[in-house]
Every structure is written in structure tokens, then in C-alpha cells.
């Protein structure tokens, strides 16, 4: 008989299996387990949907069966089953799209984390066994087939007998090696251990025969041993149980199970309410960033139980888009089980569910900020671009629940601020909230345009991200007090008024002059003036209104062809020598004066990070001036 190969990466992914270093080598029982779950979850849910008779919740189980002598581990479940097909793509290729990429960029990371990563099921099997046997009937099929492998080495599949629907998995498991020991996996007290820890919530039984003592029934002291069947879950699942009963280390396990985190959650939200709408939710925050989420692969949504029946893996609209990364689930009776995925999208139940968690969510993450700073920024670290994108998005429509829950970094404490931290710390003689942009903290720290406003013992918070300033501008304020940036128009310093009537009188003076450095920078600036903001620094770049500079680079790095361009003004420190001089040229050397202020213009550009148009003459124009001197 051919055997078949395995798909490139699937390969890939076994071999990391095979001679994983993984520790955890004991996953497996838990992800055979919960494939199982989920094959009978699909086949008791049709029977539901379908109305089909003769199938009874009761009937379902899976069971485990020890097999020292052959060194096997069985595990059956009377689920859905697999079709030949099914077993051809479900095993010979890794399911999860987004596992290959992931590889090729990490190629050097450990080995733990793509398990963790992907809960990569199945093949887990093959940490601990040297041939695998799915022996498997499709519902509703009428032939049984038997899909074997030892590995990278490829698998087989074959016609085989089978009576009932459902799935056989035959782990042989291997031998004990000096580092690596196997042999535990066929004692009884060890898989009821695991099964304890990882698989006790799994809403089916879970059956193993299981070796009793006990005493002789009439004779005394004497003591036989006896083979009885064992339910060896509670099978109540962990969100329909008391809080108080649930430790930490239940919540963590479920988590990783569930979600195939390999990290265990920042945060933990389990609530049972009762009242219009009645459910039961668990939600997790993760501790670290899904290596997709922020790409188009990411797929947000909390799994949707009716009456603790799986009907839905990912409800996208339980969750606001800027929540994705919210995992968990909900479970409702007030659902009913045969609701199409459209119906979904109006259902009333569902709309009030989602508000709800909504509140909660948010309600959660302020508390961790008022309470444990330090893990709040270490979520915002990683979720808090998302956040961000939600005030921006759908025309700021939700800015109102997110402004309290985003965080810029400050210039006076050094370290991240909540808008509400910035608010409480405002002098009194301050109006405006004061932000500047840039690459990096490190950058917009050296930024002249800076120089007033810590001067005045003003605090700024610092915008990195490209969205930043979209979502700023989207805020408009927070607490009635205005954003200003610092490269802004006016910087709205009150009691200057005075000083800032002399700038402007002193740049009316030099009308001419600046009508002159405008007209030689042939429309690149739509102004010359003196800066209000500037105190040693000579010249820097004002945002004229609208689109501001940062605004552009970032609008022009997406990929179109109109290219916008943002209103800058040139602003000049009367109080620099710079001024003097070229006051002096643009009275006796108007082509002097002309050169002095492109070499100031491109300077500006280049403290903004702005690229010049032609490095190479300027560059020699700087060179000339030395040579000059
Ligand atoms: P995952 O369960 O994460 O999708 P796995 O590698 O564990 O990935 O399994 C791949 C697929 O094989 C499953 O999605 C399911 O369709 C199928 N499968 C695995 N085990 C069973 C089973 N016991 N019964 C029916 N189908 C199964």
C-alpha cells in the first residue's frame, strides 16, 4: 500500500513534535480529549438542529482505554466521525492556516511556542507515540477507514470495520529512553491525574475501567481486585460553577486548553448574572499578543453556548472589533440552539449579552489600571494600539468609552499617562492638553518645538504610533480641555497675549523679508513668521491647521497616488543670531538671502524627519559656507 505524504509544513510541524524538547509532553491527552468533545459537541448539535431521532445526549462519551502488554492508550469517542476526506486534510495537513507564516518569521524561537501558540491537537500525539491509529466513521457514512502513521514518515488510510459512528485513537506509546520517559502514560493513576486537571470540565463522560480493591465480599481480611467503570470528570464545565470553588490554576489550565495560549492570562472576568438577560461568561485577557493579531488573520469572537451546547466557535458580534482580543465564552439559556448565523447578528438576547460585556470589559481593565499600574501597562503595551485604532474608527463613535482606557507616554513623569493623569497634573495656568509627535520619544524629546512648553513646566505627551494623532484629533478634548500640538498654530499661552502680540508685530516689521524666504521656497511653506514657541533653537516647522506634518508622512506612506500635503510654516527665533543674518543678505545679497533660506528650510525638514528634496545640493551649500568662512 502508497504511503501518503504529509503536507510540507505539516512535516515541518511533526518533526518539531517528534523531537520536541517541550516539556509538556503530556498535552496530548487533553487535546485528544478535547477533539473528541468537540466531535460529539458537532454531532449532538445536529441531532438537535436536524431533529434527528435516536440519538439521546445520555448515549455520548468517550472513553480511555490502558493496554500495558501492547503498550497502548485508546482513546473513543461516539461523535461525528471523520469521512475518508476528512481524515486526509484533517490529519495530513495542519488546519490552522497562519501556522506556516508564523514559522518562517520564528524560525529561530523555541519549539514551545508554536505548540502553545496553535494547540496544534493531534499531532501533539506524536510527542509520546511511535505510530498513531485513527480508526474513524463518518455520521451518516457507511464506511469505516483506518489512518496510520509513524511520523514524518507519511500515513496510510485504509477500508477498515467499524459499527457505530465516531473516532478510535491508538497511541503506541513509546519506550522509556535514558532523558525521556513514556512509560507513565499507561498508568491508570497518571491519566486520571490528567484527565482531573486538564479535562474535568468536558461535558461528557469521560469512562475508564479501572482497577479496584476491595473486600471480599463474606470473608474477612482477604481483599480482591476488581475491574469497575469510572467517570473520571465532573463534567460540570468551569463557568457554570461557584467562583469560589475555582482556583486560579483551574481558571490558567482551562485557558490554555481552550485557547491554546501557552502563556497564562493577565486577566481572568467570570460572571454569572441572572436578571432580562440571563448567562454565564468567562473572559480572558491575554498576557501577551497573539503573533496575528494585529493582521487581517486574527479572527475576533467568544465562543457562544446555549444551555452549555456549543453553537458557535468565534461570535464576532459579542465583541467590539477595538475588544478583539478578548477570549472566552458565553453561555445563555436564553438563546435558542437554532439560530443561523444572521439571525444572530439581530438577536436581541445576543445585542444585550455584547453590551454587557462590553461595560465589563472596560469596567475590568480600570480597575486594573487604578489598582495594578504595572500590569495595566504591560496590556496596553500590547493591546493598546487596538484601543487606539477604536477611537478612531467609525467616525470616533466610541471614543467615549475608550478616552479613559488609553495612555501616552509623558514628558515630564517618563513613564505612560492616562489622559485623566495628565488632566489632575495641569498647571494653573494651562489650558490646553499638549502633544507632540514623532518616531520615537527619544526623537520628539529633542524637538525644538518642545522648548516653551517645558520651559513653562508644561507636561506633553509624546505620540509613536501612526494613529496617534488621528486619534487625538477624533478625542478633540477630554474633560473639556482642548488637545493642542505643539507644532500647532497658536500654542493658547493666555497670559502671554502681550509677548505674542510683539511676535506678531515684529513679523508684520518684517513683512518683506518673509514675503521674500516664502516666495524663494516657491510654495513649499504657506508662511514665514516668527516663532512663538522656539527659544535657542533657530528654526522649526509649524503645522499651518488641518493636515498636520506628522499627519502626512504617515497618510503618505500608505499606498495611493494622490499625495497629500500638510500647511508648514516656517518659523523663525528672533531671538537667534540666524535672524540677523539673514536680514543683512536679504538687504545686500538677495541671492545669498535666498540660499540662507532654503539651508533653513531643509534644516526644519530634517528635525521633523521630513526628508529634503536634493540631500546632494544641500549639502554642498553647507560646504560652501564652510569654505566661506
Ligand atoms: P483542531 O482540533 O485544533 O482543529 P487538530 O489537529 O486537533 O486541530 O484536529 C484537526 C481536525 O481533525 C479537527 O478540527 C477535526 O475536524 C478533526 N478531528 C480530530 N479529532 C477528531 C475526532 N476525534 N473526531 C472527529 N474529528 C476529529
Given at each position: 500500500m502508497a504511503k501518503k505524504q504529509f503536507k510540507a509544513e505539516s512535516k515541518r510541524l511533526l518533526d518539531l513534535m517528534i523531537h520536541s524538547i517541550y516539556t509538556h509532553k503530556e498535552i496530548f491527552l487533553r487535546e485528544l480529549i478535547s477533539n473528541s468533545s468537540d466531535a460529539i459537541d458537532k454531532l449532538y448539535y445536529r441531532s438537535l438542529t436536524e431533529n434527528t431521532t435516536g440519538i439521546s445526549r445520555e448515549d455520548f462519551e468517550i472513553r480511555i482505554a490502558l493496554d500495558k502488554n501492547n503498550r497502548t492508550l485508546t482513546i473513543s469517542d461516539n461523535g461525528i466521525g471523520m469521512t475518508k476526506e476528512e481524515l486526509e486534510s484533517n490529519l495530513g495537513t495542519i488546519a490552522r492556516s497562519g501556522s506556516l507564516d508564523f514559522k518562517k518569521e520564528n524560525e529561530q524561537k523555541e519549539d514551545i511556542d508554536i505548540i502553545g501558540q496553535f494547540g496544534v491537537g493531534f499531532y501533539s500525539a506524536f510527542m509520546v507515540s511511535s505510530v498513531v491509529t485513527v480508526i474513524s466513521k463518518a455520521y451518516g457514512g457507511e464506511q469505516a477507514y483506518r489512518w496510520e502513521s509513524t511520523g514524518t514518515e507519511?500515513?496510510?488510510?485504509?477500508?477498515?470495520?467499524?459499527?457505530?459512528?465516531?473516532?478510535q485513537i491508538i497511541l503506541k506509546i513509546k519506550e522509556d529512553t535514558e532523558d525521556e520517559k513514556y512509560e507513565e502514560f499507561l498508568q491508570e493513576y497518571r491519566i486520571r491525574g490528567l484527565i482531573k486537571r486538564y479535562s474535568d470540565?468536558?461535558?461528557?463522560?469521560?469512562?475508564?475501567?479501572?482497577?479496584?480493591?476491595?473486600?471480599k465480599e463474606g470473608v474477612e481480611n482477604e481483599y480482591e481486585t476488581v475491574i469497575e467503570e469510572q467517570i473520571l470528570n465532573s463534567m460540570i464545565p468551569i463557568w457554570r460553577r461557584n467562583k469560589s470553588d475555582i482556583t486560579g490554576e483551574d481558571y490558567n489550565d482551562f485557558y490554555q486548553e481552550k485557547f491554546y495560549d501557552f502563556t497564562n492570562p493577565l486577566k481572568v472576568i467570570h460572571s454569572n448574572v441572572e436578571g432580562v438577560v440571563s448567562y454565564n461568561s468567562l473572559l480572558y485577557i491575554p498576557a501577551k499578543t497573539p503573533h496575528n493579531y494585529y493582521t487581517k488573520e486574527y479572527e475576533k469572537g467568544l465562543q457562544l453556548y446555549s444551555s452549555g451546547v456549543l453553537i458557535m466557535d468565534k461570535c464576532p458580534d459579542l465583541l467590539p472589533d477595538?475588544?478583539?482580543?478578548?477570549?472566552?465564552?458565553?453561555?445563555?439559556?436564553?438563546?435558542?440552539?437554532n439560530i443561523s448565523r444572521e439571525m444572530l447578528q439581530h438577536d436581541r438576547q445576543?445585542?444585550?449579552i455584547a453590551s454587557r460585556l462590553e461595560k465589563k470589559i472596560k469596567s475590568e481593565l480600570l480597575e486594573i489600571m487604578n489598582t495594578e499600574r504595572e500590569k495595566y501597562d504591560e496590556f496596553f503595551g500590547n493591546f493598546g494600539l487596538q484601543l487606539k485604532f477604536g477611537i478612531y474608527d467609525k467616525f470616533g463613535a466610541n471614543k467615549d468609552s475608550l478616552k479613559d482606557l488609553i495612555l501616552f507616554y509623558s514628558s515630564t513623569e517618563k513613564k505612560l499617562a492616562s489622559l485623566s493623569e495628565y488632566v489632575s497634573r495641569m498647571k494653573l495656568d494651562q489650558k490646553y492638553i499638549y502633544y507632540a509627535t514623532g518616531e520615537s520619544v527619544e526623537k520628539i524629546d529633542k524637538l525644538p518645538q518642545t522648548e516653551v512648553l517645558k520651559d513653562k513646566g508644561f507636561e506633553i505627551l509624546y505620540l509613536t504610533d501612526d494613529i496617534d494623532e488621528f486619534a487625538i484629533r477624533i478625542l478633540h478634548d477630554f474633560d473639556s480641555k482642548e488637545f493642542k500640538s505643539v507644532s500647532g498654530d497658536d500654542l493658547g499661552f493666555e497670559e502671554d497675549e502681550k509677548d505674542m502680540d510683539a511676535v506678531k508685530k515684529e513679523t508684520e516689521n518684517n513683512k518683506e523679508l518673509f514675503d521674500f524666504m516664502k516666495e524663494a521656497l516657491?510654495?513649499?511653506v504657506s508662511e514665514v513668521r516668527l516663532s512663538q514657541r522656539l527659544k535657542s533653537h533657530p528654526v522649526c516647522l509649524a503645522s499651518g491647521g488641518g493636515i498636520s506634518i506628522e499627519m502626512e508622512k504617515i497618510l503618505n506612506a500608505m499606498p495611493s497616488d494622490d499625495k497629500i500635503k500638510a500647511d508648514k510654516v516656517l518659523e523663525i527665533n528672533a531671538s537667534h543670531p540666524v535672524l540677523g543674518a539673514i536680514k543683512s543678505a536679504f538687504a545686500s545679497d538677495k541671492e545669498k538671502a535666498k540660499q540662507y533660506t532654503e539651508l533653513l528650510y531643509n534644516q526644519a525638514l530634517l528635525i521633523e524627519g521630513l526628508s529634503i528634496e536634493d540631500p546632494v545640493a544641500f549639502s554642498n551649500a553647507i560646504c560652501n559656507l564652510i569654505a566661506a568662512n
Open positions: 507519511g500515513y496510510t488510510i485504509t477500508e477498515w470495520e467499524k459499527e457505530h459512528c465516531g473516532t470540565y468536558i461535558r461528557y463522560p469521560i469512562k475508564m475501567n479501572v482497577e479496584q480493591r476491595r473486600a477595538y475588544f478583539g482580543f478578548v477570549k472566552g465564552l458565553v453561555d445563555s439559556q436564553d438563546l435558542s440552539l445576543l445585542k444585550a516657491s510654495g513649499k
